[in-house]
C-alpha cells in the first residue's frame, strides 16, 4: 500500500517551537465510516484522518455498496444503507495495515448474508486473528482464517449471530468492538468484560448513532435489533500523533512547543502521565468537548527526565506510545523498566523487539523481557536503524536522531503515511531536522 521503500535521514534539529494541530484521530476515523456505513441516512465526518488505514476502510464500504463522498479534505459524506443494507462485494476486501479495520470489520461482516473475504498486507497478515474468530464462532459465525488463525479472512454469510457475555482474555479494545459490532445483529444481549478498560469509542459512538448501549470502565452491553440513525461525527485530532511532538519537545532542550485541540479520552493518555512520572513539563489548557470527546491544548517544554517503572496499570491506556516512551527512557537519567506489555510483540511489527534493536544500533542500553524491556539513559550516536515498516517506530527513530550526535539513517519509513501523513512537514515545522533520504542505488 505503501509504495516504494522510503529511508529518512533525521537529526540536527532545532527547538521545537510554535503551535501545531495533529491530524483526526485514527481509531475515531475507522468507526465513524462503519456506523455511518451502516446506519439510516446520511452522516459527514469532520476531521476525518486521510491515512491509508482509515482509507482502506473507507474504500471498502464502496465496494460493500455505501456511496462516500469526500467533498474536501478530511471530511466524508456517507450514505448510509441501514444495518442490511450491504451486499456483497465483487473480490478481496483490502485491509492495507490496519488492525483495526480487520478486527472490528470481522466483527460487523460476520453478521451479514453474504460471504465476505479480509486481505491485508504483509505485516496484517502477520497478526493474530484467532482473538477475534474464538468469540465470533461462539456467536455463530462461520470464519476461515490461515494456519494460526492468521488472514486472509474468509467471512461466510450467515443469518442469525447469537448473543454472548464474553470475558476477553487480553485488554483490546479490538476484540471488544469485533463483539459489540457483531453483537448489533445477534438475538439477544451481548456482554463484553475486559480484564482492564480499553478505548470506548465504539460504545461511545454507537450511542451517539442511536443504538442503546450500556457501558462503564470494563464492562458494555448490547441488544441486538435496533436500528442506527445517522449522524454528525466530529473527530478529535489523535492523541498518539500528538505523542511523538510530546516526547520530542519534551527532549530537546530550549522547546516550547503548544498542541492544539488534542483528544484526551482517558484511555488514550497513559502517556502524558507516564511521562509526567519522568519529569516533563506538560500543562493542558482549554479544555472542552469534540464530537462527545475531551479536548485539551497540551503546552509541552523541555525538560530532564528520569527513569521510572511504568505502572502496569497505564499500559493499556499507553499501547500505541510505548515506542516513543522507549526513546524517552534512553535519554532520561537512570533506569526505566517497561512490563505487562507483551501486546506490543503483535503489533504492526514486534515493537519490542524493533526498538531494542532499533536503539541499540544508536548506542542504547537496553534489554528485553517477554513482556517489557529495561532501558538505561544516556547518550545515542547517529548510525542506522531500520523501523521494520512500522509507523510508529519511524516516527520515534526521528525523535531519537533529534537528540543523537550524528545524523540517523532510519530505513523503512513509507508506512507513516497509515496513520500520519505529512508528519514529516509538520515534524519540520516544528524544528525537527528530517527530509527523505536519497534512495541507494
Ligand atoms: O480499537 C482501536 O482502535 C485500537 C486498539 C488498540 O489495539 P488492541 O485492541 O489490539 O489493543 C491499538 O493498538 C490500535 O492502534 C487501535
Ligand atoms: C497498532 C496500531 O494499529 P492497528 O492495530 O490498527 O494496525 C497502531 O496504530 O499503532
Not at 485514527?26 to 486521510?50: D, P, T
Not at 448489533?184 to 480484564?195: D, F, I, N, Q, W
Not at 539513517?409 to 507513516?416: E, K, S
Amino acid at each position: 500500500m505503501s509504495g516504494a521503500p522510503l529511508d529518512w535521514l533525521a537529526g540536527q534539529g532545532k527547538a521545537l517551537t510554535g503551535e501545531i494541530t495533529v491530524p483526526g484521530d485514527k481509531s475515531v476515523s475507522h468507526r465513524a465510516v462503519m456506523l455511518a456505513a451502516i446506519a439510516e441516512g446520511e452522516s459527514s465526518v469532520e476531521g476525518f484522518l486521510e491515512g491509508e488505514d482509515t482509507r482502506a476502510t473507507a474504500a471498502i464500504f464502496g465496494q460493500l455498496g455505501v456511496r462516500i463522498e469526500a467533498p474536501s479534505p478530511s471530511r466524508r459524506r456517507i450514505h448510509g444503507v441501514g444495518l442490511h443494507g450491504l451486499r456483497a462485494a465483487a473480490g478481496p476486501l483490502d485491509c492495507g495495515n490496519a488492525g483495526t479495520g480487520m478486527r472490528l470489520l470481522a466483527g460487523l461482516l460476520a453478521g451479514q448474508a453474504f460471504d465476505s473475504e479480509l486481505v491485508g498486507d504483509a505485516s496484517l497478515s502477520r497478526r493474530p486473528m484467532g482473538r477475534v474468530i474464538e468469540p465470533l464462532r461462539r456467536m455463530g459465525a462461520r470464519i476461515e482464517a490461515r494456519e494460526g488463525g492468521l488472514p486472509p479472512l474468509r467471512i461466510l454469510a450467515n443469518n442469525g449471530l447469537q448473543a454472548i457475555d464474553y470475558e476477553l482474555p487480553v485488554a483490546s479494545a479490538q476484540v471488544k468492538s469485533a463483539v459489540l459490532l457483531a453483537g448489533l445483529y445477534a438475538r439477544g444481549e451481548t456482554v463484553v468484560r475486559e480484564p482492564h478498560p480499553t478505548r470506548d469509542y465504539t460504545e461511545r459512538m454507537l450511542s451517539a448513532f442511536g443504538w442503546p448501549v450500556r457501558f462503564s470502565p470494563g464492562l458494555a452491553r448490547l441488544e441486538g435489533g435496533h436500528r442506527l440513525r445517522a449522524t454528525d461525527v466530529q473527530v478529535p485530532a489523535d492523541f498518539s500523533s500528538a505523542a511523538f511532538f510530546l516526547v520530542a519537545a519534551s527532549l530537546v532542550p530550549g522547546s516550547d512547543l503548544l498542541l492544539r485541540r488534542v483528544g484526551m479520552n482517558p484511555r488514550r493518555t497513559g502517556l502524558l502521565a507516564a511521562l509526567r512520572l519522568m519529569g516533563a513539563d506538560i500543562s493542558e489548557s482549554g479544555a472542552g468537548e469534540q464530537g462527545g470527546e475531551p479536548v485539551a491544548d497540551l503546552r509541552v517544554r523541555h525538560a530532564r527526565l528520569r527513569g521510572i517503572a511504568v505502572p502496569e496499570a497505564l499500559v493499556p491506556d499507553m499501547i500505541d506510545e510505548f515506542p516513543a516512551l522507549f526513546v524517552a527512557a534512553a535519554l532520561a537519567e537512570g533506569e526505566t523498566r517497561v512490563s505487562g506489555a507483551a501486546e506490543l510483540r503483535v503489533k504492526e511489527s514486534d515493537r519490542i523487539a524493533v526498538m531494542a534493536s532499533a536503539l541499540r544500533a544508536l548506542g542504547a542500553d537496553i534489554s528485553e523481557t517477554p513482556d517489557g524491556a529495561h532501558i538505561r539513559g544516556g547518550r545515542l550516536a547517529g548510525g542506522q536503524a531500520d523501523s521494520h515498516g512500522d509507523h510508529r517506530i519511524a516516527m520515534s527513530l526521528a525523535i531519537a536522531a533529534q537528540l543523537a550526535s550524528g545524523e540517523v539513517r532510519i530505513g523503512d519509513c513509507a508506512n507513516v503515511a497509515t496513520s500520519f501523513p505529512g508528519f514529516v512537514e509538520l515534524a519540520r515545522s516544528a524544528g525537527f531536522g528530517l527530509r527523505a533520504a536519497p534512495p541507494i542505488l
